[in-house]
């Protein structure tokens, strides 16, 4: 596939997708059951590793001195940000 | 006389200040030319002050042309300014937008002699009320105004005389061309009080308000609607504040584009429907469910015009599969009506499954189907508890919720022309449906995963925009392939952790403390940032409203710990 950039927006929606993650939480275990507030805090989680991992992989790109920020950037990135979220 | 400018920085402001300070009592007969030169000076000045961004260089220059202006003038000023309380000059200065219409010196200055007699009630217009002496002003008075910047008065000259034909109409006490001059002091004011609609229309069309754009009054509707207040009143209110709960809007996850009207027309059918055969069911089944198919064919007349248009765009090979087989059965199209008016009715959480229970499964995959087409937490409430028999059930026929709303509509095609079979044979109406929907899934097991993974990938792909976002840097289409990925892997440790810490708690619902637990041995949340400054950090305030317990008044706590 080209090497094709996406650049970032200047507006994000700040939404939780409430739905998506019961939905994934449900799908996942069963059994268990995910209080109210519960999936805003895990909302909350998804967004700081989302935020951790893209700095990390910033970090792997600035590094590497490339403009764009490769798939081996994110893998690496990723290698590191899932250990330290492994709880 | 000569000197009474120091150069350190001659600011119009200091300016003004010495001129005023300078003023002599003295006879208010002077020379116009010397009045005008003295009036332009300081209306020089307090225009340059007033545009701001002038650089000080400007300012300067045009504090010093004042000033030699001033000087020259200075002398016969004096008097003049005396005349007019150099006071009530400047608040007219200050009062009168720039914009005020310069008039020509010699014309304004003709009436002179007849301002002094009103010079007291002319203070009191520059003060206050200003519109009420608008006819009485003196010339003398729009000299102050009227000698803006010259380079603005060619402009300032147009708009007078735009003023002075609007002004015509006013009440005047002196001549025409006085009053319009006079009432260039507040000439823009003036105009707001005469005639504030002209000028407002004149200069800015396009603010005029356009009426709202209203669709057209679906009288099938509004008839629907009379019959319903008359049958179940309570439930329109909680059925509409939800357009979108509804089953239809399950399958068009691709055509998005189809409008909402129809939806929420036929949401109001089936709203409708399932209303009537709600409140009908515990009740008389034989013979309401007459009446409210009647209703029914009439709605079905308008449901016809909107179902034409979805099953025209929808996939047309499923609904027809679906009309034929229920050629037979008005009972299973009512039968449908019923329960999709139970899944609408499960949707508002009234509870009352009626006499549907056997459709309960096809009614919370069409619940499923709408919440997962929202993701939002509209549905979430009354659909989180159907959502987690759904979850099961869904995989089971996940293309049937697609596929009922178009049988619905063609269902209701087939209702129009029969009238309501009793609802007797609805056990037997909903068997014959549910092979069928049964069967849909078998066949299409390849696109089976399809739906899943959709909703699946459309909630990931929120987070991958975020990532972009903060990344701040261009990413490859491959990398942010790689980060749903990751996200994949990050929900699924995520969701073990939870359960442990759960177990771990002897409790088999996950707490917010299970995830604080989860986010402090992330290292996310430390001794020194709790997991409220994170809270409040990332998220936004309604949902810091919900996370962080606040006293409000009367003693309570929100939420409640």
Same mark, same amino acid.
């Given at each position: 596939?080209?090497?094709?950039?996406?650049?970032?927006?200047?507006?994000?929606?700040?939404?939780?997708?409430?739905?998506?993650?019961?939905?994934?939480?449900?799908?996942?275990?069963?059994?268990?059951?995910?209080?109210?507030?519960?999936?805003?805090?895990?909302?909350?989680?998804?967004?700081?590793?989302?935020?951790?991992?893209?700095?990390?992989?910033?970090?792997?790109?600035?590094?590497?001195?490339?403009?764009?920020?490769?798939?081996?950037?994110?893998?690496?990135?990723?290698?590191?940000?899932?250990?330290?979220?492994?709880? | 006389?000569?000197?009474?400018?120091?150069?350190?920085?001659?600011?119009?402001?200091?300016?003004?200040?010495?001129?005023?300070?300078?003023?002599?009592?003295?006879?208010?007969?002077?020379?116009?030319?010397?009045?005008?030169?003295?009036?332009?000076?300081?209306?020089?000045?307090?225009?340059?002050?007033?545009?701001?961004?002038?650089?000080?260089?400007?300012?300067?220059?045009?504090?010093?042309?004042?000033?030699?202006?001033?000087?020259?003038?200075?002398?016969?000023?004096?008097?003049?300014?005396?005349?007019?309380?150099?006071?009530?000059?400047?608040?007219?200065?200050?009062?009168?937008?720039?914009?005020?219409?310069?008039?020509?010196?010699?014309?304004?200055?003709?009436?002179?002699?007849?301002?002094?007699?009103?010079?007291?009630?002319?203070?009191?217009?520059?003060?206050?009320?200003?519109?009420?002496?608008?006819?009485?002003?003196?010339?003398?008075?729009?000299?102050?105004?009227?000698?803006?910047? &010259?380079?603005?008065?060619?402009?300032?000259?147009?708009?007078?005389?735009?003023?002075?034909?609007?002004?015509?109409?006013?009440?005047?006490?002196?001549?025409?061309?006085?009053?319009?001059?006079?009432?260039?002091?507040?000439?823009?004011?003036?105009?707001?009080?005469?005639?504030?609609?002209?000028?407002?229309?004149?200069? *800015?069309?396009?603010?005029?308000?356009?009426?709202?754009?209203?669709?057209?009054?679906?009288?099938?509707?509004?008839?629907?609607?009379?019959?319903?207040?008359?049958?179940?009143?309570?439930?329109?209110?909680?059925?509409?504040?939800?357009?979108?709960?509804?089953?239809?809007?399950?399958?068009?996850?691709? %055509?998005?584009?189809?409008?909402?009207?129809?939806?929420?027309?036929?949401?109001?059918?089936?709203?409708?429907?399932?209303?009537?055969?709600?409140?009908?069911?515990?009740?008389?089944?034989?013979?309401?469910?007459?009446?409210?198919?009647?209703?029914?064919?009439?709605?079905?007349?308008?449901?016809?015009?909107?179902?034409?248009?979805?099953?025209?765009?929808?996939?047309?090979?499923?609904?027809?599969?679906?009309?034929?087989?229920?050629?037979?059965?008005?009972?299973?199209?009512?039968?449908?009506?019923?329960?999709?008016?139970?899944?609408?009715?499960?949707?508002?959480?009234?509870?009352?499954?009626?006499?549907?229970?056997?459709?309960?499964?096809?009614?919370?995959?069409?619940?499923?189907?709408?919440?997962?087409?929202?993701?939002?937490?509209?549905?979430?409430?009354?659909?989180?508890?159907?959502?987690?028999?759904?979850?099961?059930?869904?995989?089971?026929?996940?293309?049937?919720?697609?596929?009922?709303?178009?049988?619905?509509?063609?269902? *209701?095609?087939?209702?129009?022309?029969? &009238?309501?079979?009793?609802?007797?044979?609805?056990?037997?109406?909903?068997?014959?449906?549910?092979?069928?929907?049964?069967?849909?899934?078998?066949?299409?097991?390849?696109?089976?995963?399809?739906?899943?993974?959709?909703?699946?990938?459309?909630?990931?792909?929120?987070?991958?925009?975020?990532?972009?976002?903060?990344?701040?840097?261009?990413?490859? *289409?491959?990398?942010?392939?790689?980060?749903?990925?990751?996200?994949?892997? %990050?929900?699924?440790?995520?969701?073990?952790?939870?359960?442990?810490?759960?177990?771990?708690?002897?409790?088999?619902?996950?707490?917010?403390?299970?995830?604080?637990?989860?986010?402090?041995?992330?290292?996310?949340?430390?001794?020194?940032?709790?997991?409220?400054?994170?809270?409040?950090?990332?998220?936004?305030?309604? %949902?810091?409203?919900?996370?962080?317990?606040?006293?409000?008044?009367?003693?309570?706590?929100?939420?409640?710990?």
């Amino acid at each position: 596939m080209a090497l094709s950039t996406i650049v970032s927006q200047k507006q994000i929606k700040r939404k939780a997708p409430r739905g998506f993650l019961k939905r994934v939480f449900r799908r996942q275990k069963p059994q268990l059951r995910l209080e109210k507030s519960g999936d805003l805090l895990v909302h909350l989680n998804c967004l700081l590793f989302v935020h951790r991992l893209a700095e990390e992989s910033r970090t792997n790109a600035c590094e590497s001195k490339c403009r764009v920020i490769n798939k081996e950037h994110v893998l690496a990135a990723a290698k590191v940000i899932l250990k330290k979220s492994r709880g | 006389m000569a000197d009474h400018n120091p150069d350190g920085d001659p600011t119009p402001r200091t300016l003004l200040r010495r001129v005023l300070d300078t003023a002599d009592p003295r006879t208010p007969r002077r020379p116009r030319s010397a009045r005008a030169g003295a009036q332009r000076a300081l209306l020089e000045t307090a225009s340059s002050r007033r545009l701001s961004g002038q650089t000080k260089t400007i300012v300067k220059g045009r504090s010093r042309g004042a000033r030699s202006i001033g000087r020259s003038a200075h002398v016969q000023a004096r008097g003049h300014l005396e005349e007019q309380t150099p006071r009530t000059l400047l608040k007219n200065i200050l009062l009168t937008a720039p914009e005020s219409s310069i008039l020509m010196p010699e014309s304004v200055v003709k009436p002179v002699p007849a301002p002094q007699v009103v010079q007291p009630s002319r203070r009191e217009s520059s003060r206050g009320s200003l519109e009420l002496q608008l006819p009485e002003l003196e010339p003398s008075t729009t000299l102050a105004p009227g000698l803006l910047a &010259p380079g603005r008065r060619k402009q300032r000259l147009r708009l007078s005389m735009f003023q002075q034909g609007v002004d015509q109409g006013l009440p005047l006490s002196q001549e025409p061309q006085g009053n319009a001059d006079a009432s260039s002091l507040t000439s823009s004011l003036n105009l707001t009080f005469a005639t504030p609609l002209q000028p407002q229309s004149v200069q *800015r069309p396009g603010l005029a308000r356009r009426p709202p754009a209203r669709r057209a009054v679906d009288v099938g509707a509004f008839l629907r609607d009379l019959r319903d207040t008359s049958l179940a009143p309570p439930n329109i209110v909680l059925e509409d504040t939800q357009p979108f709960s509804q089953p239809t809007v399950g399958s068009p996850n691709v %055509y998005h584009s189809l409008p909402c009207t129809p939806h929420t027309g036929a949401e109001d059918a089936e709203q409708a429907a399932g209303r009537r055969t709600q409140s009908s069911g515990p009740g008389l089944q034989n013979n309401s469910p007459r009446k409210p198919a009647q209703f029914l064919a009439g709605e079905a007349e308008e449901v016809d015009a909107f179902a034409l248009g979805f099953l025209s765009t929808s996939s047309g090979v499923s609904g027809e599969d679906e009309v034929e087989p229920l050629h037979n059965g008005v009972e299973e199209a009512e039968k449908k009506m019923e329960e999709e008016g139970v899944s609408v009715s499960e949707m508002e959480a009234t509870g009352a499954q009626g006499p549907s229970r056997a459709e309960e499964p096809e009614g919370h995959t069409q619940v499923t189907e709408a919440e997962g087409s929202q993701g939002t937490a509209e549905a979430k409430g009354p659909g989180a508890s159907s959502g987690d028999e759904d979850a099961s059930s869904r995989a089971a026929s996940p293309e049937s919720a697609s596929s009922t709303p178009e049988s619905l509509q063609a269902r *209701r095609h087939h209702q129009f022309p029969e &009238p309501a079979p009793p609802p007797g044979a609805a056990v037997l109406s909903s068997e014959p449906a549910e092979p069928l929907l049964v069967r849909r899934p078998p066949r299409p097991r390849t696109t089976g995963p399809r739906p899943r993974q959709d909703p699946h990938k459309a909630g990931l792909s929120h987070y991958v925009k975020l990532f972009s976002f903060f990344a701040k840097m261009p990413m490859e *289409r491959k990398a942010l392939e790689m980060v749903e990925k990751c996200l994949d892997k %990050y929900f699924q440790h995520l969701c073990d952790d939870l359960e442990v810490f759960a177990a771990h708690a002897g409790r088999k619902t996950v707490k917010p403390e299970d995830l604080e637990l989860l986010m402090r041995r992330q290292g996310l949340v430390t001794d020194q940032v709790s997991l409220h400054v994170l809270v409040e950090r990332h998220l936004p305030l309604e %949902y810091r409203q919900l996370l962080i317990p606040c006293a409000y008044s009367g003693n309570s706590v929100f939420p409640a710990q």
